[in-house]
C-alpha cells in the first residue's frame, strides 16, 4: 500500500477516525499497532511475524539491561540483541550477496564452487525498523534512555506505520515518549500535516516519476542511448531519488502530524549544500545520524587524531553504502564518498560547513558567485557518485562514465544535449520551477503558503497543486526507491 | 477536529466540483484509440429505431460481424455493441439494458473465456477515459475494485484529455483504431490485412478451460436480464463466437458444459452451437475469436439462419444465405 495510491487514502482516514475515537492512551496505541501491522500486511503478510520477533527482541533486551548491574552480563545481553538484529539482517538482505561474491572470488583463485543460492525475499523496511529497534537497545545500554515497559507503547514505536517502510529513523527518546501521552486532535498540527502530504505527494508524481520514465529508459539500455542522454538521465536521477525519498519523508511526517506525533526531518535542501559535509549534513539526517552516532562516534569520531579519523570516517560511508543494498555498486558508492569526504576535511573545504537547521546557500535571497560555484561543484559530484548507486552493475557504471566523459571532449555533444533538452522540455521546467521554489523557500520545511498567507490564496495553491498532481502524475506512479533497502 | 473535518471535506468537494466541470469540458471526439469506438456504438444504439437487432459482446463481434448485411438479411435496424471481452459480461448487459425496447432482439455473443474472471479493470480505465459516462454501467462490486485500482489513473487520463484543448496523443495500434468501425459498430480496417494468427493448442494453461464454464453468479445476471427484456417485449438470444475448429474439437467436453448451464436460463434462447460457428484456423485474422474478411460474412450469414425463427419464423432460409 503505497502512499501514492488510493487504498492509502481510504485506509488514512479510518485508522484516524479510530485513533481518535479512542480516549485513552493504550487504546490510541492500539489502534496505531493494529493499523500498522495492517499496513505492513498489505506489502506481504509473512513478514509480519519477523517485525514481531525484532520488536520483542529488543524491548526484552531493554527489560533485561534494566535488571542487570553486572557490566558483563549487559554486555552479554547487548551482544545477543545485536547479532540478532544483524543476523536477521544479513540473512535477508546480504546472504545471496555474500555467497555470490565468495563464488566469484574463490573461482579467481581457480576454484570452482557450486552454489545454490536460495531465493530470499527482501521484507520490505528491514533496514529501517532494525536500526531503529537497534538504537534503543544501544541507548538503553548506554543508560541514554529509560527502559520501556510498557510493551504496546514499544511496537508502536517500532511500527508506526507512517515511517515503518522508508523511515525517518526514528530514536527512542524522541518517539517513544510521544506514545507515552494521550494524543489530542490538534487543528494547526492536522493542517500543516494535510499540507506536507500534499507536497511530498507533488514531489513524487509530479517530478520523481516522470524522470523516473526517462532515468528507466536511459539506465536500461546505456548501450543504445547517446552520451547526451546518459548525462541528462544522471541529473534526473539526481533529481528523482531526491523528490521521491524526501517524499516519502515528508507524507510520513506529513501523516505522523495528523495523529499527533512529531517525526524528525529527513532532508535539508542537500541539493543547495557548499561541501559533501554539509550535503550529508542535509541528505537522508536519520540515517546519517544514526551512523554517526552509534559507529563512528563510539570508533572516536573526530576527537581520534590522523589516520585514525580518515578510517572511521571511511569505514561509516562504506557501511552507509552496505546498508542501501547488497551490490558491489552501493559499497564501491559509500567508499567513494568516505574518500571524498576524507579528502575534504583533510583539504579543509568543510571548515564552515552549515548545519542542516541552517539555511543553506546564503540568507540573501540570491547567492554569491562563490556560493554557486560551490554548489554546481557539490551538485556535480553527488551526481557523478549516484551514478554508481543507479546502475545495475560495477561494469555498466564504469561504461556511462566512459560514455559520457568521452562523449563530452566533442562538440557534437553539446548541440545533441540542447536537443535532448528540448525533446524533455516539460519535464525540465517543472525542474527549473522546483528548485526556484526551494530556493526562495529554502527557510521552511516545505514552500505550500502556511496561515499567514490569505485563505483565497492557500486554496487557490493548493488547488493547483492538487490538479497538477493528477495531471502529470503518471498512469502508475512507481514505488518509492527507498523501499527496497 | 469538527473544523478539520469540515475544511478537508470542502477542499476534496472542490476538487470534486473542478472534475465534474472536466468530465463536461471533456471531448470523446477527437479521440482516436480503439476504445472510443464505443462513443459512436451508444450513438448508434440511442438512435436507430425499434425493431433492431442488438449485438452484445467482446471483440468477437467488433472483428466479426458484417452488420449492414445482416440488416439487409433481416430486415431490422443492427446496433454492434460489441467491443472487448475485458469489460466483463455484467458491463455489457448493463450498457444495453437502459436501451431494449419492444421488438428488439438482443444477441449475446460472449466469448467462451469471458463468461467468469473476464473483468479487467484497466479495460474499464481506458475505458472511462474515452466515455466517463460509462461509468453508470459499472456494478457497486466492480465500481469499489475499479475505483481502488485505477481511480486516480481514471481522474488522470480525463483531466489530461479535458485539458488537451486539441487531440490527445495516443498510441494506437493498426488495426485497433476508432476509425476503422463503420457505423454500425463494425470493424472493418482488418479486411484483406494478412494473417497473423496460428491456432496453437498448447498455449492454453491446464485448467483454464474450467472458467469456462459460467458460475450461479452469471446465470443468474443473465436469468435477471432475459426476463428484463422479456417483460418489455424484447427477445433475448445467444449465439456462439466464431472459433477454430480445432479448439471446439479439442474442447468438446467443456464447450458442452457450458452450453449445457446456457440452457438451463429460461430467459434465454440458444440459437445456434459451437459448431456452427467453428471455421478454419485460415479463417481468423490475429486470434481465435477475430474473423478475417470472408468469414465475417459467412459467420453473419450463419447468424442470419439461426436468427430467421425468432425474427420472422416463415422467412424462407434459401434467401437469408442466397448471397453466401
Given at each position: 500500500m503505497s502512499f501514492a495510491s488510493l487504498e492509502f487514502f481510504l485506509f488514512l482516514p479510518v485508522v484516524f477516525a479510530l485513533y481518535y475515537a479512542c480516549a485513552k492512551k493504550s487504546w490510541q496505541n492500539s489502534v496505531i499497532v493494529l493499523a500498522s501491522y495492517a499496513f505492513y500486511a498489505a506489502w506481504d503478510y509473512r513478514f509480519c511475524g519477523l517485525m514481531l520477533v525484532s520488536s520483542l527482541l529488543d524491548y526484552g533486551a531493554g527489560l533485561l539491561l534494566e535488571s542487570s548491574r553486572r557490566p558483563f552480563r549487559r554486555r552479554v545481553i547487548l551482544a545477543v540483541s545485536l547479532t540478532a538484529n544483524l543476523g536477521l539482517l544479513g540473512f535477508f538482505k546480504y546472504f545471496n550477496f555474500f555467497v555470490d561474491s565468495f563464488a566469484v572470488f574463490v573461482s579467481a583463485l581457480g576454484i570452482e564452487m557450486n552454489t545454490s543460492t536460495i531465493s530470499i525475499i527482501l521484507p520490505v523496511g528491514i533496514s529501517f525498523y532494525t536500526f531503529q529497534t537497534m538504537s534503543y537497545t544501544l541507548d538503553r545500554y548506554w543508560g541514554k534512555i529509560p527502559t520501556e515497559r510498557n510493551c504496546l507503547q514499544y511496537l508502536a514505536f517500532v511500527s508506526f506505520f507512517p515511517q515503518l517502510v522508508a523511515g525517518p529513523i526514528e530514536r527512542a527518546s524522541r518517539l517513544l515518549p510521544q506514545f507515552n501521552r494521550v494524543r489530542i486532535f490538534e487543528y494547526g498540527n492536522g493542517v500543516a500535516g494535510v499540507r506536507l502530504v500534499l507536497w511530498g505527494l507533488a514531489k513524487k508524481m509530479i517530478l520523481a516519476d516522470n524522470l523516473g520514465a526517462v532515468v528507466d529508459l536511459a539506465y536500461g539500455a546505456p548501450e543504445r542511448v547517446g552520451a547526451p542522454v546518459l548525462a541528462m538521465a544522471t541529473v534526473f536521477f539526481a533529481f528523482q531519488i531526491y523528490c521521491d525519498f524526501s517524499a516519502y519523508s515528508d507524507i510520513a511526517a506529513g501523516v505522523a502530524k495528523l495523529f499527533g506525533i512529531e517525526l524528525s526531518r529527513n532532508f535539508a535542501y542537500p541539493y543547495f549544500a557548499q561541501s559533501l559535509t554539509e550535503f550529508w549534513r542535509r541528505w537522508h539526517i536519520s540515517l546519517s545520524s544514526w551512523f554517526r552516532d552509534y559507529i563512528y562516534i563510539p570508533l572516536g569520531?573526530?576527537?581520534?587524531?590522523g589516520n585514525v579519523f580518515f578510517r572511521n570516517l571511511f569505514l561509516v560511508f562504506l557501511l552507509s553504502g552496505l546498508w542501501h543494498g547488497a551490490s558491489w555498486t552501493f559499497v564501491i558508492w559509500g567508499a567513494l564518498h568516505g574518500v571524498l569526504l576524507s579528502l575534504e576535511k583533510w583539504a579543509g573545504i568543510s571548515a564552515g560547513a552549515l548545519r542542516a537547521g541552517e539555511i543553506p546557500g546564503s540568507r540573501e535571497g540570491v547567492a554569491g558567485m562563490g556560493s554557486v560555484l560551490r554548489i554546481g561543484a557539490t551538485f556535480f559530484v553527488v551526481c557523478c557518485s549516484w551514478v554508481l548507486f543507479r546502475a545495475p552493475d560495477v561494469g555498466a557504471a564504469l561504461d556511462i562514465y566512459r560514455g559520457v566523459a568521452v562523449g563530452m571532449m566533442s562538440i557534437d555533444f553539446y548541440g545533441e544535449l540542447v536537443e535532448v533538452a528540448k525533446e524533455h522540455w516539460v519535464v525540465l521546467l517543472q525542474l527549473a520551477c522546483f528548485v526556484g521554489l526551494e530556493w526562495v523557500h529554502r527557510n521552511r520545511w516545505n514552500p505550500l503558503p502556511d496561515p499567514a498567507f490569505s485563505r483565497g490564496l492557500r486554496w487557490a495553491t493548493y488547488t493547483v497543486v492538487f490538479w497538477c498532481i493528477i495531471y502529470f502524475g503518471t498512469e502508475r506512479s512507481g514505488p518509492f526507491i527507498y523501499f527496497q533497502f | 477536529m469538527k473544523r478539520f473535518v469540515l475544511k478537508v471535506g470542502m477542499f476534496l468537494a472542490l476538487q470534486a466540483a473542478v472534475f465534474l466541470a472536466m468530465v463536461g469540458w471533456?471531448?470523446?471526439?477527437?479521440t482516436e484509440g480503439y476504445l472510443a469506438a464505443s462513443i459512436g456504438k451508444h450513438e448508434r444504439l440511442e438512435q436507430a429505431r425499434s425493431p433492431r437487432i442488438i449485438l452484445v459482446g467482446g471483440s468477437n463481434l467488433a472483428f466479426g460481424m458484417n452488420s449492414p448485411r445482416l440488416e439487409e438479411k433481416t430486415g431490422c435496424a443492427v446496433v454492434n455493441m460489441g467491443l472487448v471481452a475485458g469489460v466483463g459480461l455484467d458491463f455489457m448487459l448493463s450498457e444495453v439494458e437502459g436501451a431494449v425496447r419492444r421488438g428488439d432482439l438482443v444477441v449475446l455473443s460472449l466469448e467462451?473465456?469471458?463468461?467468469?474472471?473476464?473483468?479487467?479493470p484497466a479495460i474499464i480505465r481506458q475505458l472511462l477515459a474515452v466515455r466517463p459516462a460509462s461509468a453508470a454501467y459499472l456494478s457497486s462490486a466492480h465500481s469499489g475494485k475499479v475505483i481502488i485500482s485505477e481511480g486516480l489513473s481514471i481522474v488522470g487520463e480525463i483531466t489530461r484529455r479535458a485539458l488537451a484543448f486539441g487531440p490527445v496523443d495516443e498510441e494506437v495500434q493498426y488495426p485497433y483504431v476508432r476509425r476503422g468501425f463503420n457505423r454500425w459498430g463494425d470493424l472493418t480496417n482488418h479486411y484483406g490485412a494478412p494473417r497473423c494468427f496460428e491456432y496453437k493448442p498448447e498455449a492454453m494453461q491446464e485448467g483454464?478451460?474450467?472458467?469456462w464454464i459460467p458460475r450461479e453468479r452469471t446465470l443468474a445476471r443473465l436469468e435477471r436480464f432475459g426476463a428484463m427484456c422479456q417483460k418489455r417485449g424484447a427477445a433475448f438470444v445467444y449465439s456462439c463466437p466464431p472459433h477454430p475448429i480445432e479448439a471446439v474439437r479439442r474442447h468438446a467436453a467443456t464447450l458442452t458444459a457450458v452450453m449445457e448451464r446456457l440452457r438451463g436460463i429460461e430467459t434465454l434462447r440458444l440459437v445456434d452451437t459451437p459448431e456452427d460457428q467453428a471455421y478454419p484456423t485460415?479463417?481468423?485474422?490475429?486470434?481465435?475469436y477475430h474473423l478475417n474478411q470472408p468469414a465475417v460474412n459467412e459467420r453473419t450469414d450463419r447468424v442470419a439462419v439461426a436468427l430467421k425463427s425468432i425474427l420472422n419464423p416463415s422467412t424462407d432460409e434459401s434467401m437469408l444465405l442466397s448471397d453466401r
Open positions: 569520531g573526530s576527537q581520534a587524531g | 471533456h471531448d470523446g471526439s477527437q467462451y473465456d469471458a463468461f467468469s474472471a473476464m473483468f479487467n483454464f478451460r474450467e472458467l485460415e479463417s481468423f485474422y490475429d486470434t481465435g
